[in-house]
């Protein structure tokens, strides 16, 4: 093709490649840094088009995609291409447009000297042995510019200053703007991840709008793959300051720590990490980190109280060999010999800066260097501001240079220009836009458009469209695909301040849709828990909304999520919610909730099995009750959580005292109820424990005959699934395999995936010792799976029953 096409021409996509997939990898590379110029949708690369390759008409839509389709086809030849199923179909339509004397619309490259047949041996190729994918991705892109008769560096002046930047790592790196400067800084950064230097990595401290994470992500993508094998980002919300310090804005229950440490077991596939103590945590994952070659880039941690900022840097300073970190702060956390202060932009990168937004806005292309340096001076060099401010060029009444530059100058003396801008834009933004931000503001981590939708209020095509303006204006935070968004830090903190009473409507709008998603899913209604499950995201940072309010609904709240998150193992969430609770309750004067918070936060550490703190819950549960003059069902209470606190000791004979003496108070309020069979099931437990089995079997059927007469469903599940434990002590092989399936069955109902994982740990023991090791197999694996993901200390145990499962297979 010749000649600029018209707007009519525009074809269906830029680029084209055809090519084996042998060279998938290497052309992937090229085609996404085609992608980051012009979108995926216009580059057609594998996948894009397989739906279309689906076809049966391949003989006519074949040409039409390589010819009417695109404006410029990009053979890679290898090997045998011509002789594969699809290239072999591509070459026939390719070669086609190439006997119409159409040679300018096909780009042929290759490697090994490959050659083809119907091609003479004296056609033009580019040489791939020896090109970098971003080497050939500029050919292209000179080729595509020539054919539209534009100058042969149209699509490539502005990337020899902001090359179009991508890494064939692994990673989950946010979106960068074109890049200009800080060589110095990157340089330092490079030489502090290199392996033989004794550092955790490199610390980035400056104020806000200064480009630390644009600097960070920048860094990560520069990385060499020999190097670092994956690359992962995590950022913390920036909390507000004030004379007091730190103050925690994020909207979240947990803390800025757990959450950062939890996030990095989620990217690293270790979800069971987050089932245990806080304290183990980092511990576990820098197990998890060793031998994975891995760049942490951890940003914002100014939000971090000093002790959790004390347990990071002892974190990153022990990362194993191999790893390393980047971190980034608005305040300056750490020791002046391992930090990197960002300063402004030196005035070269701000002019190419300015250059580069030039280029898509007419106005601004018509400053000069002049008026440039003045904005340069203006917004002292913070690349946020720079860039904000020259994009006030074009909108509202900004038609000039003169008028942006005088919102800087009108700011009243000593404030901040940072907020005159921010001013500026909360004006600007229409009431989607408004919305979206405002949702926004509550969400800790990045967020799917279909939850901000649900508390902004708003359909989600339109949260979708408002966020994506959002982000060309460098106010939202996408991930690559725009699949999910976050808010710049500054950003919220402004919009909490400037626009308190729109934040303040969308928190009760994101209360109330959190509360009518808990009260209508939670509770008993196990069916309903995938419901609970789908809305955590929007329940999460409506947890502190409720504390906020008063105790009745507190309680509600924690009652009807309670067997949610038993039944998930979320301990972390639930612990928070009963400190909070037990905090709240004491400060209200409501002792008895306060006693019920604090038997609650002893039963979480009863399943972490930490021993001394379920006896201080114990403790502070009983003393909260005499406060409150409780009755008898509390104090039963107090006594069965002492009676855990000696199971966990292996004090047996006390731990049959304490239940019995629970069982006997509840007894006497009502002779059947599940706080009855509850007790009954735990004094079997410890009897079966201590070697009286006989009288294990009498309290755990008594247990089951009231759990079936209340109707207590997940109890039933429970003492069905001890008595195929008690079975098993007693080797029964035959009773304990029929009981571990009907226990199975039951806790498949109520959907508690701990109870699942004991039937099929049972189930498969027992199958084993009955020599039937390949139907005890898959029950074994299950088992371990599920103890994995939960973090669950029996999964030593079900390992090794899938171990001897898979002895006696072998020996078969």
């Not at 389709?69 to 002789?83: A, E």
């Not at 498949?748 to 039937?772: C, F, M, P, S």
């Not at 669950?792 to 171990?803: I, K, M, R, V």
Request: aromatic share 8%.
């Amino acid at each position: 093709m010749s000649g600029v096409p018209s707007p009519g021409d525009a074809k269906r996509f830029r680029i084209a490649f055809s090519f084996a997939g042998e060279k998938r990898d290497f052309v992937k590379q090229v085609a996404d840094l085609l992608s980051s110029r012009f979108t995926k949708a216009k580059i057609l690369y594998d996948k894009y088009h397989e739906a279309e390759f689906a076809r049966n008409d391949l003989s006519i839509y074949l040409p039409n995609l390589y010819n009417r389709d695109s404006d410029l086809i990009v053979v890679v030849f290898c090997p045998d291409y011509d002789t594969k199923e699809w290239t072999g179909l591509e070459w026939l339509a390719i070669h086609d447009l190439l006997q119409q004397r159409r040679r300018e619309e096909v780009l042929l490259s290759r490697f090994s000297r490959a050659q083809v047949d119907g091609l003479f041996r004296g056609a033009g190729f580019i040489e791939l042995d020896d090109k970098s994918p971003e080497q050939t991705a500029k050919l292209i892109l000179e080729r595509l510019a020539l054919n539209e008769g534009k100058p042969k560096e149209h699509y490539t002046k502005s990337t020899s200053a902001a090359p179009i930047l991508k890494t064939s790592i692994p990673h989950n790196l946010p979106s960068l703007q074109p890049f200009f400067g800080r060589e110095d800084e990157l340089k330092k950064i490079a030489d502090a991840l290199d392996p033989d230097t004794r550092t955790y990595g490199a610390l980035i401290d400056g104020p806000g709008g200064m480009g630390k994470t644009s600097l960070a992500v920048r860094a990560a993508h520069n990385v060499s793959p020999d190097v670092f094998k994956r690359i992962i980002f995590i950022s913390l919300k920036t909390r507000e300051l004030d004379d007091d310090g730190v103050r925690d804005l994020s909207g979240f229950i947990l803390s800025g720590l757990v959450e950062l440490l939890n996030e990095l077991a989620r990217e690293l596939n270790r979800d069971e990490i987050l089932k245990l103590p806080e304290d183990q945590r980092p511990r576990l994952l820098l197990d998890a980190l060793r031998g994975t070659q891995t760049l942490l880039v951890l940003d914002n941690l100014e939000s971090l109280t000093k002790s959790e900022r004390d347990t990071l840097f002892t974190f990153v300073k022990k990362l194993p060999t191999g790893c390393k970190a980047i971190l980034t702060s608005r305040g300056r956390i750490g020791s002046g010999a391992e930090e990197l202060i960002l300063e402004k932009l030196s005035e070269n990168a701000a002019l190419e800066t300015l250059a580069e937004l030039a280029t898509r806005n007419p106005l601004l292309a018509q400053t000069g260097e002049a008026e440039r340096l003045v904005l340069y001076r203006e917004t002292a060099g913070k690349p946020l501001l720079l860039r904000w401010t020259a994009g006030q060029l074009g909108r509202g009444h900004c038609l000039t240079f003169t008028d942006a530059l005088h919102f800087i100058r009108s700011c009243p003396e000593g404030n901040d220009p940072l907020e005159f801008i921010f001013g500026d834009l909360v004006e600007d933004f229409d009431d989607d836009e408004t919305k979206a931000l405002c949702a926004l503001t509550y969400f800790t981590l990045p967020v799917k458009v279909e939850h901000v939708s649900a508390i902004a209020g708003l359909p989600e095509t339109k949260i979708d469209r408002a966020l994506r303006k959002l982000t060309v204006r460098s106010l939202a935070v996408p991930t690559d695909e725009l699949s999910t968004f976050a808010l710049v830090p500054m950003v919220a903190d402004f919009l909490r301040k400037k626009k308190p009473e729109a934040v303040a409507e969308t928190g009760d709008r994101l209360e109330k849709h959190a509360y009518a998603l808990i009260v209508e899913n939670g509770s008993y209604d196990h069916n309903r828990f995938p419901i609970l499950e789908a809305g955590w995201p929007i329940i999460a940072p409506a947890l502190p909304l409720f504390f906020a309010g008063d105790n009745t609904r507190i309680l509600t709240v924690g009652i009807a999520l309670r067997n949610f998150l038993y039944f998930q193992n979320r301990w972390d969430e639930w612990l928070a919610i009963c400190e909070k609770g037990e905090t709240k309750a004491m400060a209200g004067g409501d002792h008895a909730k306060a006693g019920w918070c604090a038997y609650f936060i002893g039963y979480v550490h009863h399943k972490r099995q930490q021993t001394n703190a379920v006896l201080t819950c114990a403790d502070r549960a009983n003393a909260h009750w005499v406060r409150a003059k409780a009755g008898a069902r509390e104090f039963a209470f107090a006594k069965y959580l002492h009676g855990l606190h000696y199971d966990l000791k292996q004090d047996y004979a006390a731990a049959i005292t304490a239940y019995y003496d629970a069982v006997e108070l509840w007894r006497g309020l009502a002779p059947k109820s599940v706080d009855v069979a509850l007790g009954l099931n735990a004094l079997a437990d410890a009897e079966k424990d201590f070697g009286d089995l006989a009288a294990a079997e009498g309290h755990y059927r008594e247990a089951l005959c009231v759990a079936l007469g209340v109707g207590a469903a997940p109890n039933v599940a429970i003492i069905t699934g001890n008595l195929a434990t008690l079975h098993l002590s007693r080797e029964d092989w035959p009773t304990a395999e029929t009981l571990a399936r009907k226990s199975l069955s039951l806790s498949e109902t109520v959907n508690r995936h701990e109870l699942i994982a004991r039937d099929n740990r049972v189930l498969a023991h027992a199958l084993l010792r009955q020599g039937k090791a390949a139907d005890a197999l898959p029950h074994a694996r299950r088992a371990k799976e599920i103890y994995t993901r939960l973090g669950s200390p029996d999964l030593s145990a079900a390992q090794t029953t899938l171990a001897e499962c898979e002895v006696s297979l072998a020996a078969e």
